[in-house]
C-alpha cells in the first residue's frame, strides 16, 4: 500500500507562470520530506527537503508547504521555466528510520514557452 | 566525475538467466541503496547497506541478492530472470541525515532490464 501518493500524473504550465506539485501521505508518523527532480535517462536528483516542525522552505524559485492537519505538502515554482520540465517526485521518511524513503509516483511537468 | 554510477545501463536478457548490475559511489558516503522503479513509476527501496551492513531489506523475493565488497561498492544478482522483474533499477547513496542536515539521496542513472 503506498504511503505518498501523486495523484496528477501530469501538469502543463507555461513559461513565467506558477507550477504548484501536490503531494499526499497517509502516514502522521512521517517527519522529513523531500522533493526530488528527474530528467528522461537520468537519476533522480535532490532539490528541496521540509522537516516536520516547519510549515514552509524556500530556495530559490522553488518552496515546499507542509500541511501536517491535511498530511499534505506541495512544491511551489516561481517562475516556471522551460528547464524546469521534468518529473518530480515527494518522498518521506521517519524519524527512526531515516534511512528508508517512501517515494510517490511521481508529476510529470511540462513547461511551455 | 560521476558520483554514482552504475553499469550496465541497459540490459537486455532471457528469462531463467541470472544478471548482475553494479554499482559505485566516490561521494564517501556510508550508505548506498537499491531502488526499483516498476511500470506504475513507484521508485520502491529493495536494500541498503550502511557500510558493509545490511539494514534494510524490504520483501524482495530471495533471487535477488546484494552484495557490498566495500562501503563505496554495491551491487545486484538477479538469479533466474523473471518477466516481472523488467523495471529500472536505481542504485543510491546517502551520508548520515544528522551530517548533512538533508539526508537526501544521491542517484546512478539507472539500469533498465528487459526480461524478455
Known amino acids: 500500500d503506498q504511503q505518498v501518493k501523486q495523484n496528477s500524473p501530469s501538469l502543463s504550465v507555461q513559461e513565467g507562470r506558477i507550477s504548484i506539485l501536490n503531494c499526499d501521505y497517509t502516514n502522521s508518523m512521517f517527519d522529513y520530506f523531500l522533493w526530488y527532480k528527474k530528467y528522461p535517462a537520468e537519476g533522480p536528483t535532490f532539490l528541496i527537503s521540509?522537516?516536520?516542525?516547519?510549515d514552509k522552505n524556500e530556495d530559490g524559485r522553488f518552496t515546499v508547504f507542509l500541511n501536517k492537519s491535511a498530511k499534505h505538502l506541495s512544491l511551489h515554482i516561481v517562475p516556471s521555466q522551460p528547464g524546469d520540465s521534468a518529473v518530480y517526485f515527494c518522498?518521506?521518511?521517519?524519524?527512526?528510520?531515516?534511512?528508508?524513503?517512501?517515494f510517490g509516483s511521481g508529476t510529470k511537468l511540462n513547461v511551455k514557452p | 566525475d560521476t558520483a554514482v554510477s552504475q553499469t550496465p545501463k541497459y540490459l537486455v536478457t532471457q528469462m531463467g538467466n541470472d544478471k548482475s548490475i553494479k554499482c559505485e559511489q566516490n561521494l564517501g558516503h556510508d550508505t548506498m541503496y537499491w531502488y526499483k522503479q516498476d511500470s506504475k513509476k513507484f521508485l520502491k527501496i529493495m536494500f541498503s547497506y550502511n557500510n558493509k551492513e545490511l539494514i534494510i531489506n524490504e520483501t524482495v523475493p530471495n533471487r535477488f541478492s546484494p552484495k557490498s565488497p566495500d562501503k563505496a561498492h554495491l551491487n545486484l544478482h538477479i538469479n533466474s530472470l523473471e518477466l516481472g522483474d523488467s523495471a529500472v533499477y536505481f542504485c543510491a547513496s546517502s551520508q548520515e541525515r544528522v551530517l548533512t542536515m538533508t539526508g537526501e539521496l544521491f542517484f546512478g542513472e539507472g539500469s533498465r532490464l528487459t526480461v524478455l
Open positions: 521540509i522537516s516536520s516542525i516547519k
Open positions: 518522498a518521506a521518511s521517519f524519524k527512526d528510520n531515516f534511512n528508508k524513503f517512501y
